[in-house]
C-alpha cells in the first residue's frame, strides 16, 4: 500500500508538472530557468521545513517515522499540496513544475530509502540512513546540498 501511495503521488505530481510546462505561455529559455528555479527552491524548503519544522517545532508524527521508519505510510500530506497551490498563484505554472518535478523525486528516494534501497545510490542512502540514526544531521533527502552548505552533513 505504501508503494502505490508514493508512486500514485510521484504519477500525479509529474503528470501536472508536464501539463504546466506544456500550458506555459512563455519561451523555453525562461521555462527553462523558471524550472530550475523551482527545483532549487524545491530542495531547500525540504532541508529547512524537515529540519527546522520536523525535527523542531512539530516533531510528534516525525518521531513516529523515526522510531519505526519502515513502517507503512499510508496518508498524502495535504499540506504540501495547499502549499503548491500558493506556489502557482505567487510564481506560476513553471516554476512548480520544477517543485513537483523535485517533489516527485523526494518521493523516489524516500521511498528507496526504507522500502528498496537497491534502486537508490549508496551516496542518498547512507546519508539518510545516517540521518536515522543521528537525526541532528543530515536533513536533506533527495539531495545532500543543503548538508553541505549549511555545514550538517555527516563526515562518513
Given at each position: 500500500m505504501t508503494a502505490?501511495?508514493?508512486?500514485?503521488?510521484?504519477?500525479v505530481a509529474s503528470s501536472l508538472a508536464i501539463v504546466l510546462l506544456a500550458l506555459s505561455p512563455f519561451r523555453m529559455s525562461s521555462n527553462v530557468a523558471?524550472?530550475?528555479a523551482g527545483v532549487v527552491t524545491?530542495?531547500?524548503?525540504?532541508?529547512?521545513v524537515h529540519r527546522f519544522v520536523l525535527h523542531g517545532l512539530v516533531t510528534t508524527q516525525h518521531g513516529l517515522h523515526h522510531a519505526n521508519p519502515d513502517a507503512a505510510v499510508l496518508n498524502i500530506f495535504w499540506q504540501i499540496w495547499a502549499c503548491f497551490a500558493l506556489i502557482y498563484l505567487i510564481a506560476g505554472g513553471a516554476?512548480?513544475?520544477?517543485?513537483l518535478?523535485?517533489?516527485?523525486?523526494y518521493l523516489f528516494v524516500h521511498h528507496c530509502a526504507h522500502h528498496?534501497?537497491?534502486?537508490?545510490s549508496l551516496r542518498?542512502?547512507?546519508?539518510?540512513?545516517?540521518h536515522h540514526q543521528f537525526a541532528t544531521r543530515n536533513y536533506g533527502v533527495s539531495t545532500t546540498l543543503w548538508d553541505r552548505i549549511f555545514g550538517t552533513i555527516s563526515r562518513q
Open positions: 502505490l501511495i508514493y508512486f500514485g503521488e510521484m504519477l523558471l524550472l530550475a524545491w530542495t531547500l524548503a525540504e532541508y529547512v516554476f512548480l513544475a520544477g517543485g518535478f523535485a517533489y516527485s523525486w528498496g534501497p537497491d534502486r537508490l542518498l542512502l547512507q546519508h539518510h540512513r545516517s
